[in-house]
C-alpha cells in the first residue's frame, strides 16, 4: 500500500463529527473548481500524475482526501490548499466575559484567552486614596479614555489626561487611580514581560508651573 493512502485524519481520531463534515466536503470542492478551470480528469491526472479513477473516487467522496493527493492537485490548480480544505468556520469574535468589581474598581474584561496579554476597560471611581505602590511580575499599558488618573511609578508621580498612554514594568513599585476630580476610564493591557519602564506624560509639578 502506497503512501498516498495515508488519509488527513487517523482511524483514531476522536474529532469525528467536524472533521468527517470537512472530509465530506472536499469532493465536490474539486469538482466545482477543476470545472470551473475547464480541465478534465484526463488533463489533472497528466498534471498531476494521479490516475483518473483516484480523482473521480476523490471528487465523489469514495476516497478520503490526502496530503499525498492534494497538494499536487493544488498546484496544478494554483490554488492554497486551503481552498481545496475549505475554510474552517468563523467563531463568534464578541467577548462576553463578566465585569470584575475589586474595592470598588470596574474592569471589563476586553480578552477571553487565559494566559498571555490580557485586556480591560477599566472604571475607577472619583475618590482620594493615599498611593500604596505594589510590585508584581509583568509588564503593564495604560491608554486614558476619559477622566484624569494618578499613577505613581518609583520616583515618577503623574497624571494622565485624555490621550495619554503610560507603560511601565510592574516589578517597579507602582500606583494608580483617580486623581480626585471625577471617575476615570482608561484601557489596561497586561502581559508578563519585563521592560524598561516608559512613561508618556508630563510629571505632575510640571503641570502646575504651565498651569
Not at 62 to 74: D, V
Not at 115 to 137: F, N
Not at 205 to 211: G, I, L, T, V
Request: net charge neutral.
Amino acid at each position: 500500500m502506497g503512501s498516498a493512502d495515508k488519509n488527513l485524519s487517523s482511524d483514531d481520531n476522536s474529532g469525528g463529527g467536524e472533521t468527517d463534515k470537512v472530509l465530506t466536503a472536499v469532493g465536490p470542492r474539486l469538482r466545482k473548481i477543476r470545472k470551473e478551470r475547464g480541465a478534465t480528469l484526463a488533463g489533472l491526472s497528466a498534471a498531476t500524475g494521479i490516475s483518473v479513477s483516484t480523482l473521480s473516487r476523490l471528487e465523489s467522496g469514495g476516497r478520503k482526501p490526502s496530503l499525498e493527493l492534494l497538494l499536487p492537485i493544488a498546484r496544478a490548480h494554483q490554488v492554497p490548499l486551503d481552498e481545496l480544505v475549505g475554510a474552517p468556520p468563523v467563531g463568534d469574535p464578541r467577548v462576553r466575559a463578566k465585569p470584575i468589581v475589586r474595592n470598588g474598581r470596574t474592569m471589563v474584561p476586553l480578552t477571553r484567552q487565559p494566559g498571555g496579554l490580557q485586556a480591560y476597560k477599566v472604571i475607577e471611581p472619583a475618590r482620594s486614596a493615599e498611593p500604596d505602590p505594589r510590585t508584581h511580575e509583568g509588564y503593564e499599558w495604560l491608554y486614558i479614555l476619559s477622566g484624569r488618573l494618578r499613577l505613581v511609578l518609583a520616583e515618577h508621580d503623574v497624571v494622565l489626561g485624555p490621550g495619554e498612554a503610560a507603560e511601565f514594568d510592574t516589578r517597579v513599585p507602582h500606583w494608580f487611580g483617580s486623581a480626585g476630580e471625577g471617575p476615570v476610564e482608561f484601557l489596561s493591557l497586561f502581559g508578563p514581560q519585563g521592560e524598561r519602564m516608559h512613561v508618556r506624560a508630563r510629571p505632575a509639578a510640571k503641570r502646575d508651573q504651565e498651569e
